[in-house]
């Protein structure tokens, strides 16, 4: 049973010291990609999207208290109703995610070889294409904007239907083939 009061968020330092007096478990919701690039060593790496409450059936029983972590504590507390629902009796949120840690002076694994997150190659492309169209219909021709109303239509696209077909051809890509964390 869940006798967890909030969703409190801790500061780094804070983290650290319950990590290492083995009181705490921390887990890292972020997926897959962005874990292999960066991570907290010692961090549990186990996905928003693939989370099930017996992922902690060990650690729930030995009273540990959760620490989730994401890259800046948002995605973290958007998901706050379904972290709290695994069932800890302590459920927290480390402040600020691993962008804090770091800025802490914390270490983490960062793996140069590990492509960035789809999701900023995604913000990058797409932000370069409209940039792009915009400078074109500026110097060559008008009809250029419609290059930054596809790529604007598109992201739509992608937030309404939940797939982004930009994403999925960025994925395809040599730099983004699956490489050993």
């Not at 790496?45 to 989370?51: D, E, I, R």
């Not at 695994?86 to 070889?113: K, M």
């Not at 997150?117 to 990058?124: G, S, T």
């Not at 939940?162 to 040599?174: D, F, I, R």
Request: aromatic share 6%; proline share 4%.
């Amino acid at each position: 049973m869940n006798t967890n009061c909030g969703f409190s968020a801790l500061p780094p330092l804070e983290v650290k010291r319950l990590m290492d007096s083995g009181k705490a478990i921390l887990i890292d919701i972020r997926e897959a990609d962005e874990y292999a690039r960066e991570h907290i060593r010692g961090a549990r790496h186990v996905p928003l999207s693939g989370l099930d409450a017996h992922d902690f059936d060990r650690e729930r029983s030995a009273g540990k208290i959760a620490i989730f972590q994401c890259q800046s504590g948002r995605r973290t507390e958007m998901n706050r109703d379904k972290l709290m629902a695994l069932g800890f009796n302590q459920t927290h949120v480390i402040e600020g995610g691993l962008n804090a840690w770091r800025a802490a002076g914390l270490p983490s694994h960062l793996d140069r070889a590990q492509p960035i997150p789809l999701q900023r190659q995604v913000q990058i492309a797409a932000g370069s294409l409209v940039v792009l169209g915009v400078l074109l219909a500026a110097t060559l021709s008008p009809w250029f904007v419609l290059l930054s109303a596809f790529v604007g239509g598109g992201l739509v696209f992608a937030g309404v239907s939940g797939t982004c077909a930009l994403g999925q051809l960025l994925s395809l890509m040599p730099w983004n083939r699956t490489q050993s964390a």
